[in-house]
């Protein structure tokens, strides 16, 4: 049978601060989802939460982009928000960008990831979730999962991943897509992919036989609104086991804390810390960011499980490490390279400084591109 797995996402506020998404309003929404269940527009669903953001789980049969399972979303966000405006929440239905919903809740603020396949006879997945990062935080990891071979045996001894894949990529800022093949085209590939403000990896397919393998939240909240409204924290679900990256193979690609954008005030690059659930709570300097990982069986389209993927002391040093980039980097305070470089920071508030300090600027006098200095001129013969 054909079952789609759709994980919505969204900030709709956090108890003491951008730090933790309150009990209460992930109870509410799982009274929304729970009557969407009985009414037969969701078959399952399971609710977490990573950091303030809460997540939306589920399955059903009606393929991607169905207004009714993402109807269902946005009123579990907004019943969410209303109990989050009750406990005087902080930043209650940021990410919600309108006031009701048009039938696809895409452009609305929360992010969406959603993939539709035929089920297999075991058919495990896992869902990586990120708080205080961007979507292409998720570049180097599914890179690694899916082109890496000393990252992924799979590549080289599994006959189904060994003709490789292909990777779609956006472009976000010019909402164009293009997609390029592994291993042929791997340099093109990191040419793209290593600028994850701008490139994202949206879908990972398998060239043998077209099978989508992963899909990545990839909207940038800053660039709907057109200011500063959060960082996008995204989503990743990864179909694993029998012709896909192994559950160790998905896992080893976040063994390494990488350095992603976001952080404090979504300002600052600092390292994605793989973290269980309990550890979930965005703490020092608001972060660092933080990712957790659920796999899951579907079965009949129902969700078995889920396990905590990284309650595991096998992570112990990846957070060691990451707890030391995070001295490391927070010892820069508000300098390059712990704060993003300038463009990235024309989307946050730092434009409402730069403002005030607008036409306090004068040419300098003894700088090349102004009037050369005597200093300067003596010199210049030598």
Known sequence: MKVTISVIKADIGSLAGHHVTHPDTMAVASKVLSQAKKDGIIGDFYITNVGDDMELIMTHTRGVYDSKVHEVAWNAFKEATKVAQELGLYAAGQDLLSDSFSGNIRGMGPGVAEMEFEER????????????????????????MFADPFNTAGLVIDPLMHVGFNFEILDVYEGESVTLSSPEELYDILALIGTP??????????????????????????????????????????????????????????????????????????????????????????GPPRLIGLGFNIKDGKLVGPSD???????????????????????????????????????????????????????????????ESKHVNETSSD
Do not use: C
Request: proline share 7%; charged share 30%; aromatic share 10%.
């Open 197 to 286: 403000s701008r490139y994202i990896v949206r879908k990972v397919f398998r060239r043998g036989d077209d099978e989508q393998a992963t899909v990545v939240t990839v909207d940038r909240l800053n660039l709907i609104a057109g200011k500063y409204v959060g960082k996008d924290d995204p989503v990743l679900i990864v179909r694993l086991q029998h012709g896909f990256p192994a559950l160790g193979e998905a896992l080893e690609a976040f063994s390494f804390p990488h350095l992603v954008a976001g952080w404090m005030r979504g300002s600052h690059y600092g390292p994605l810390m793989p973290v269980s659930q309990r550890d979930a709570r965005a703490t020092r300097f608001d």
């Open 309 to 371: 993927l990284f309650d595991d002391p096998a992570f112990d040093e990846t957070r060691r490490t990451a707890n030391i980039v995070t001295e490391y980097m927070r010892r820069h305070g508000p300098f390059m390279p712990h704060r993003l470089e300038p463009s990235e920071m024309e989307y946050t508030t730092l434009p409402k400084i730069m403002e005030r300090l607008k036409g306090r600027f004068k040419k300098a006098e003894d700088v090349k591109g102004g009037k």
């Open 121 to 144: 006879k075991s058919e495990p997945i896992a869902i990586f979730m990120a708080d205080k990062t961007e979507p292409g935080a998720f570049n180097l990891p599914v890179y690694k």
